[in-house]
């Protein structure tokens, strides 16, 4: 494109101002050769915005590195406009599917006789970018709408059950592309400084500010992370689960990294989070998620963690609204982590949605909720949190596959 982005100029955006406009402008500001900031505006209508940030709740792709790459596409082809790109085609190059082969081999006691056989991984075959992973499936770029997220992910399990033979079994999954520069330069053909200025405008949180997504930047220097060396306790986990009080929730926001979140975080992007703190990964690391179901982080979660009745319940332990199996596509499950019992009824920290919002956090937030009723105490901290929150009934529980410091087996 020829284009040097060199700086990001910072916009506070007023919700209540853009929830007066038909369209949201993102003005991208890039510097040209002779260093003049040049504003670059392109629109977006609120339904188009939310369908970057739903495509990121299904895949785990950060909707406004999408959403970066799409606007200024669009303006080098000397657009104003993102109303005609799919942001499933942009989620998918950040994509990487990972089929893992497995094969029958002998298994030999300690006098190297053959006593058995057992399935063991013997090849990893990967498929990077839209194109590779459409193929696996024989899917066509034209033939897509955004809302198809949850038929491809279905699509490749299914690909990979056909393939699964007496000899072979065939286990598919799709990840996340960290790699962000190499997908920027040879996916989506940006050139070396367009790439690097798209990720500068991402890790900025261009837009996350200019939607108004962002709390105040003084509640950020309030966030206190529990620093946890050496073993990890259910405890441990606790402290930090509740250094995010009140935080801002936000569908499809991630932030898979040590240290204060880079902006909102939706539920399951929570759940990750607290775990990323403690173990160096999340509980999304482990997920598959079996042909038929619905994709999103909740669902990898659910199949990330084996099930445990509500009497076997630690904190720590996970809370689903639905099995996965009967959300629909387009419908949503949640999820939260226990911390234990508060009057006799369970407790549960969780990043939920707008109906748990106030005026400071219209979007949601991280607070602890009860079976049922509103709480406003925090158990962790034996303190009291404002404003209360309302109840959440989470049905289904589920405990994640990590081993606690204070638990049985731990060396």
């Known amino acids: 494109m020829g284009i040097r982005m060199k700086k990001v100029l910072l916009i506070i955006a007023l919700p209540l101002i853009f929830a007066l406009l038909p369209v949201f402008i993102i003005p991208l500001f890039f510097a040209n050769t002779g260093g003049t900031n040049v504003p670059l505006t392109v629109t977006a209508t609120p339904d188009k915005a939310w369908s970057y940030q739903y495509i990121g709740s299904e895949l785990g792709i950060p909707w406004d590195i999408t959403m970066l790459c799409d606007a200024i596409r669009e303006k080098s082809e000397g657009n104003d406009s993102i109303e005609e790109e799919n942001p499933l085609i942009t989620a998918l190059e950040f994509c990487i599917l990972q089929e893992d082969l497995y094969t029958l081999q002998p298994i030999y006691d300690a006098g190297n006789n053959i006593i058995g056989q057992d399935w063991q991984l013997s090849e990893t075959v990967l498929y990077t970018g839209c194109d590779e992973i459409l193929a696996y499936i024989e899917r066509s770029r034209d033939s897509l709408d955004y809302k198809d997220a949850t038929d491809i992910v279905v699509a490749i399990h299914e690909e990979a059950e056909w393939k699964c033979t007496d000899e072979v079994i065939c286990d598919a999954t799709l990840l996340s592309n960290l790699d962000y520069l190499y997908v920027l330069q040879n ?6 400084n367009t790439a690097n200025g798209v990720i500068e405008l991402y890790e900025g949180l261009y837009l996350p500010e200019l939607y108004g997504y962002l709390p105040p930047p003084e509640e950020f220097e309030e966030i206190t992370v529990p620093s946890i060396t050496g073993s990890v306790t259910r405890a441990d986990l606790a402290r930090v689960a509740v250094s995010l009080m009140n935080w801002e929730y936000l569908l499809g926001a991630k932030s898979p990294h040590i240290g204060t979140p880079v902006g909102p975080l939706d539920c399951s ?3 990750d989070w607290v775990y990323i703190q403690c173990f160096g990964v999340g509980v999304s690391a482990g997920g598959r998620v079996p042909a038929g179901v619905a994709v999103s982080g909740t669902a990898i979660q659910y199949y990330a963690s084996d099930p445990i009745s509500g009497s076997e319940l630690k904190i720590g332990d996970l809370g689903f609204l639905k099995e996965p199996r009967n959300v629909k596509p387009g419908e949503y499950n949640h999820v939260g ?19 748990y919002g106030y005026a400071e956090r219209p979007n949601g937030r991280v607070g602890i909720s009860l079976s049922s009723g509103t709480n406003n105490y925090n158990p962790v ?17 589920r405990r994640p596959r990590f ?6 087996g731990f060396t």
């Open 269 to 271: 992007g929570y759940v």
């Open 187 to 192: 996916l989506i053909g940006l050139d070396e």
């Open 381 to 397: 901290t034996g303190t009291t949190f404002e404003p209360e929150m309302k109840g959440c009934n989470f049905k289904y529980f």
């Open 403 to 408: 081993l606690f410091a204070d638990e049985e």
């Open 337 to 355: 982590i226990y911390i234990g019992e508060i009057g006799g009824k369970r407790a549960w920290i969780h990043c939920a949605g707008k109906s």
